[in-house]
């Protein structure tokens, strides 16, 4: 089960850091990603991160803007986001997959956070 928290309203360049609790055992093969989905758009990868040796990777439009970090104690998975811009207005979901993680890779969604950035 994995359950986000953390979003919220907040004004340009402002930050924002999502949290997603990880309940139930995740093999080493697992990743932990982030996606967002703004209305009438498709759902799009934003980063990931590998479990077994936290390897992450970011979509292009969000390298040097956002960070995925985990906490294996908390088995908690983070995306600090910083200078956040209106375009990054959607629902963000936290999820679990096999590598490469991709959407079709998924196999298990959060429930959504909903991130909205004012101008």
């Known amino acids: 089960q994995l359950v986000e928290s953390g979003g919220g309203s907040v004004q340009a360049g402002g930050s924002l850091r999502l949290s997603c609790a990880v309940s139930g055992s995740t093999s080493s093969s697992y990743c932990m990603a982030w996606f967002r989905q703004a209305p009438g758009r498709e759902r799009e990868g934003v980063a990931y991160?590998?479990?077994?040796?936290?390897?992450?990777r970011y979509a292009d439009f969000v390298k040097g803007q956002f960070t995925i970090s985990q906490d294996n104690a908390k088995n908690t998975v983070y995306l600090q986001m910083n200078s956040l811009k209106p375009e990054d207005t959607a629902m963000y979901y936290c999820?679990?997959?096999?590598?490469?993680?991709?959407?079709?890779?998924?196999?298990?969604w959060g429930q959504g956070t909903q991130v909205t950035v004012s101008s």
């Open positions: 999820a679990a997959g096999k590598r490469p993680c991709v959407l079709s890779y998924v196999d298990y």
């Open positions: 991160i590998y479990t077994s040796d936290g390897t992450a």
